[in-house]
């Protein structure tokens, strides 16, 4: 009997080792998966770099590489924007709107009004944080999808900043914001944009690791019933996603009117495409509850090193549209594999433990 029980203790006590070992391997293949995107992404610039560096004249030069470090910066930041509202299992159609509201004001309070730049950038800030969370109020009052809601305010900004601005055009004469957008950071081929996407990349990073809005952001992302059912109060986290969105696009209008410099409100007619592209490319899943601040970057840095890379080598402007949609599908078709990959995975790997969450989406 005591050898008996004596063994028994041995076997119990060992069992936890396979169970650590599981949960260890298991881990690993979670990090991998969650820098898969990162790892092609690094990939695919540098097939894409190389091609064209091959194929196109002037490709790596100083100032083609310049001039994809601004677009870069600007469409990572509003990937980032995007990805505020996604994560929480909603999207912004309006970025480029916001964007047209924020620059017919920054225009105005420079050029017309003749306010002090640092007082501009607040106004500007909240101008774009109030239109994004008047999106928002709109959908939690009347229920209605985010995809309705911002269609129909994407056409309201729009056409308010034009009668705003009555079609003006403003010419911006600010040096810093010049030296902003048009001058160099430790290298001729480098513009400070850069520095400006990095910082809000981090600044991205650190709320969804380190600061609980992002947790809970994320866990309304991926499950919005079980967590109200926690505790969270799920329309200030909404809220938040869409000022946070908000705030991102008034970053994006700074940086693009310190490289174009003479602005109007047509400014951000054009921005839906890559904000989509550089979140879905870059590891946000469509369904919510996971971002990537890495992939933004990557992502936003090989579509606009895909456009210079074609524009390069004389492809007319008309074909250039075609690989970009395919770019987003292809992202869209990445996301839906990724997700599939993970739930035929996790039940093999966590064999014993509790199943898995629903799939939000599934579960609606």
């Given at each position: 009997m005591a050898a008996g029980a004596a063994i028994e203790g041995q076997i119990d006590a060992a069992a936890p080792i396979p169970r650590l070992l599981t949960n260890a391997v298991e881990r690993v293949r979670e990090g991998l998966g969650t820098q898969t995107s990162a790892i092609g992404l690094i990939f695919l610039i540098t097939i894409t770099w190389t091609a064209f560096g091959i194929a196109g004249s002037g490709f790596l030069g100083s100032y083609n590489l310049y001039s994809i470090g601004q677009l870069a910066a600007r469409d990572a930041v509003l990937g980032m924007a995007q990805a505020m509202l996604i994560v929480v299992a909603r999207m912004n159609l309006a970025v480029g709107s916001i964007g047209a509201v924020c620059t017919s004001m920054l225009g105005?309070?420079?050029?017309?009004?003749?306010?002090?730049?640092?007082?501009?950038?607040?106004?500007?800030?909240?101008?774009?944080?109030?239109?994004?969370?008047?999106?928002?109020?709109?959908e939690l009052m009347t229920g209605l999808s985010s995809f309705i809601v911002t269609l129909a305010f994407l056409s309201a900004y729009a056409g308010g900043a034009l009668l705003f601005t009555g079609g003006q055009q403003y010419q911006i004469n600010s040096s810093l914001i010049t030296r902003l957008g048009n001058g160099t950071l430790f290298s001729s081929a480098i513009c400070p944009l850069v520095a400006v996407a990095v910082v809000c990349g981090v600044v991205c990073w650190l709320l969804y690791n380190r600061n609980s809005l992002g947790w809970k952001m994320l866990a309304v992302g991926a499950n919005e019933r079980a967590a109200r059912a926690s505790g969270v109060n799920?329309?200030?986290?909404?809220?938040?996603?869409?000022?946070?969105?908000?705030?991102?696009?008034?970053?994006?209008?700074?940086?693009?009117?310190?490289?174009?410099?003479?602005?109007?409100?047509?400014?951000?007619?054009?921005?839906?495409?890559?904000?989509?592209?550089?979140?879905?490319?870059?590891g946000v899943a469509l369904t919510g509850g996971e971002i990537s601040v890495t992939g933004i970057l990557l992502a936003a840095l090989f579509f606009d090193s895909l456009q210079s890379g074609l524009t390069i080598i004389n492809v007319p402007s008309y074909w250039i549209e075609l690989p970009e949609g395919l770019v987003l599908l292809v992202a869209v078709l990445l996301d839906r594999a990724r997700r599939a990959r993970r739930r035929t995975m996790r039940p093999r790997s966590l064999a014993g433990t509790p199943a898995p969450e629903p799939d939000p989406v599934a579960a609606q």
């Open positions: 105005y309070l420079l050029v017309s009004a003749g306010v002090p730049l640092w007082l501009a950038f607040l106004l500007v800030a909240a101008v774009g944080v109030l239109a994004a969370l008047l999106m928002g109020a709109v799920v329309s200030r986290v909404v809220l938040a996603a869409y000022a946070l969105s908000g705030l991102l696009c008034a970053v994006a209008t700074v940086m693009n009117a310190s490289y174009e410099l003479n602005v109007n409100a047509g400014f951000g007619s054009d921005w839906l495409l890559p904000s989509f592209i550089a979140a879905v490319l870059g």
